[in-house]
């Protein structure tokens, strides 16, 4: 049980680490006018992932809130 807990923790934080490496590229391509590169950055998919990641299923925001995600967002 352990060790399903752990490996779906790596698996929220891989996540997380694409995500902030996606944006940090678009940020990138923006300081450099890359407007093909900025282009090409799905700003949809990202905001779908990040408001799932927000809501745990259980109908806490993740522990994005003071309360570590007790309330709604």
């Not at 990138?28 to 700003?43: G, V």
């Not at 949809?44 to 993740?62: F, Q």
Request: glycine share 10%.
């Amino acid at each position: 049980m352990l060790k399903r807990k752990k490996q779906g923790m790596l698996g929220e934080q891989a996540a997380k680490d694409k995500i902030v490496a996606d944006f940090m590229l678009f940020i990138e391509a923006i300081e450099k006018n890359d407007t093909e590169t900025a282009k090409k950055f799905d700003e949809k998919a990202m905001k779908s992932t990040i408001l799932s990641m927000m809501k745990d299923g259980r109908g806490h925001n993740g522990g994005f809130a003071a309360d570590n995600g007790g309330k709604e967002a």
